[in-house]
């Protein structure tokens, strides 16, 4: 039971301060999760804290791959309209 930060992550330090069990860590290129740490913030909070802080869409993954925040939960943009207002902008 552990989660995961990837690649998507920006270094953004959020999470690292309301880890209580000090699982994240800094290293390069981005954060990471120590899995011997991580309790998935269980009988300390009801939601993992650091994907309730994270700013970044998909950043943070379950042992699955499963994003705590997936494309679209924090904006409220659902994925395919950003991807057709991207495409949008990009044709300008």
Known sequence: MALQINQLCVNC????????????????PHFLIDPMKCTECAG?????????????????VDDFG??????????????ERMARAMAELRSH
């Open 66 to 79: 499963v994003a705590l925040n997936p494309p679209g939960s924090l904006t409220g943009i659902p994925p």
């Open 44 to 60: 300390d909070h009801d939601d993992p804290q650091c994907a309730a802080i994270c700013p970044i869409e998909g950043a943070i």
């Open 13 to 28: 330090w959020a999470c690292e301060p309301l880890c209580p069990n000090t699982a994240i860590y800094e290293a390069k």
